[in-house]
């Protein structure tokens, strides 16, 4: 997998990459980072990137130009046009299906903006994808950038050292991951749970699903509604559920 990264500040982008599990990748030759300065592409006297909006506004937008260039001469150095993704609050909301997908390309580049965004034409003319990473708003995209980079670095083959993890983690089936526990055997009072302790495979499968399941259910909801559970599981949430309902009204009860 070849990154390319459309930046102001390449800096940043290669210090976050070049660190921890997708810099071992880098270093094993199983992804390459490059970013691109746009600032090298703006041929004037001071390296002007931004300009006024025309209709006014607030702050400056980067100019269509440099942006072009600098893609440019990624697509001739790869020979072909490739995926353009451009981060902006705008965009498609992320999600681990798209880093999935996007895990199958060969060269992906992103487009990070600044200031008050990017002029209009370029981005018509190049990009292909636009992607949000959530409903907040940030200085610019060289964090959202890593954050897809990252995720989708973790789908490509040979970049975890156990490959099963990529997809057991939480996600799987939209279920959170169950809690997981190392020695000592007690810590501040707390001790792990007895069926962890027990090597009765099939008991610690069904206590780890059971978790996920109840995890999901407590603090994502949203995702358990297309998750995939048996009918024998979507049982015992309906049951979980009454018996919270349950517990929660005796407490009001015992509060008043
Ligand atoms: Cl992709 N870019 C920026 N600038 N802000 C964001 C974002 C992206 N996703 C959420 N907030």
Request: aromatic letters at 8%.
């Amino acid at each position: 997998m070849n990154f390319h990264v459309l930046t102001l500040f390449p800096e940043m982008i290669l210090q976050g990459m070049n660190t921890s599990i997708t810099g071992r990748a880098i270093a094993k030759g199983l992804l390459s980072i490059e970013a691109v300065n746009i600032r090298d592409f703006a041929f004037n006297k001071h390296q002007k990137v931004d300009d006024y909006p025309y209709g006014g506004g607030a702050g400056m937008l980067m100019q269509a130009e440099p942006v072009y260039l600098a893609y440019e001469s990624i697509a001739e150095r790869i020979g072909k046009k490739p995926r353009v993704v451009f981060l902006t609050p705008q965009g498609k909301v992320f999600h681990q299906s798209m880093a999935r997908e996007m895990a199958q390309e060969e060269d992906l580049v992103f487009l990070c903006g600044h200031y008050e965004g990017i002029d209009e034409r370029v981005l018509e003319e190049i990009v292909t994808d636009y992607v949000s990473i959530g409903d907040y708003v940030l200085t610019g995209g060289e964090l959202p950038a890593m954050v897809m980079m990252d995720s989708i670095s973790r789908m490509v083959p040979g970049v975890l050292n156990n490959q099963e993890s990529g997809e057991t983690e939480s996600f799987a089936g939209n279920l959170l991951e169950y809690p997981q526990y190392s020695r000592p055997e007690e810590w501040h009072g707390k001790k792990v749970p007895d069926v962890l302790l027990s090597g009765h495979h099939a008991n610690i499968e069904k206590w780890r699903r059971e978790q996920s399941i109840l995890r999901t259910a407590k603090w994502r909801p949203d995702l358990l509604k297309s998750a995939d559970l048996t009918n024998k599981e979507w049982n015992e949430v309906r049951q979980w559920k009454k018996q919270g309902k349950e517990e929660a009204d005796q407490k009001d009860k015992e509060e008043i």
